[in-house]
């Protein structure tokens, strides 16, 4: 099984194109479906849907959430599809079995109000202050995933017509960028990045105090940092940043589908969640405004 799990992985990297953390999510499920089988005694070249249910059966059992036993069952009935397109199987025992319904919570979110202060935190007085306010402003301005953030190069911005071009994978759309996260960009790209990077190689659009390229938790970090500094009681993590993006936009106007175009969004039932929230406001004026209210 060990085999066929580098060869199936190797697939979704080189053919598929998955960026490394989708690619890390489906290890960690095959993984853990191998040592299921192995434990059990289970050959999982001659399992059927019943064999398969009881493995769901278990995680539901040792208290995984539902998105996740649901993320398992596509983890799982990719690595099947790939070992019938390969022939080491005829049939995939994954096929009619029901992912379980995963509830959509909504996401959290700032205000208008709290982004404001948590933007205003970096002062442009040293090279980090610059990096931060211009690596914050762009967050928010574009709603883009951590990950596509720290991947991107200073050759993905347009700074002439202002928008970036983000590359998911196999996937590329482009986002526009607004003035104020233009000019926080362009401050930086001039004052702070020349005289952090050590090499002139580096192409990474967003770097740390050694020249390289910004990881997640570094990114992490300096959310969090900020986010004290604004007395924010409210969690706040990069991923909040892209629910407010949405949300502000929907708020204010924006069309659901140029949303989920900007969000990256594969299926747009995902990007009505934030629907709840436009509701929510709706609620809010209906009562001020209506008399019978």
């Known amino acids: 099984m060990e085999k066929q799990i580098k060869l199936f992985l190797d697939f979704l990297e080189n053919d598929k194109k998955l960026v490394n953390n989708t690619l890390q999510s489906y290890k960690r499920d095959i993984i853990q479906y191998q040592e299921y089988t192995q434990e059990n005694n289970v050959n999982y070249l001659k399992v059927n849907s019943n064999s398969i249910n009881k493995y769901f059966e278990y995680l539901e059992s040792i208290g995984k959430k539902t998105s996740t036993i649901s993320r398992n069952l596509a983890s799982i009935r990719s690595f099947y599809q790939f070992l019938v397109r390969t022939k080491k199987i005829k049939k995939d025992p994954t096929v009619g079995i029901q992912s379980p319904k995963v509830e959509k919570k909504m996401p959290n979110i700032l205000t208008s109000k709290e982004v404001e202060l948590l933007l205003e935190q970096p002062k442009d007085v040293d090279l980090k202050g610059i990096r931060d306010k211009a690596m914050l402003e762009f967050a928010y301005a574009t709603g883009m995933r951590v990950t596509e953030i720290i991947s991107l190069d200073i050759s993905d911005v347009n700074f002439k017509d202002n928008f970036v071009t983000c590359k998911a994978g196999h ?61 924010i009681s409210k969690d706040i993590t990069p991923h909040i940043l ?38 929510e406001n709706l609620k809010e004026v209906y009562k001020k405004a209506h008399p019978r209210a």
């Open 171 to 231: 996937k590329k759309r482009i986002i526009p960028l607004g003035n104020l996260s233009m000019k926080a960009l362009e401050e930086y790209v001039k004052s702070a990045r020349p005289y952090l990077i050590k090499d002139e190689s580096v192409k990474a659009l967003f770097v740390n105090i050694n020249g390289k390229r910004l990881t997640r938790q570094g990114f992490w970090k300096i959310v969090k940092y900020y986010k004290e500094q604004a007395n």
């Open 242 to 279: 892209r629910h407010s993006f949405a949300t502000h936009l929907l708020q204010n106007g924006a069309d659901l589908k140029a949303i989920q175009t900007m969000l990256g969004h594969s299926d747009i039932s995902s990007t009505q969640v934030y629907m709840q929230f436009q509701n």
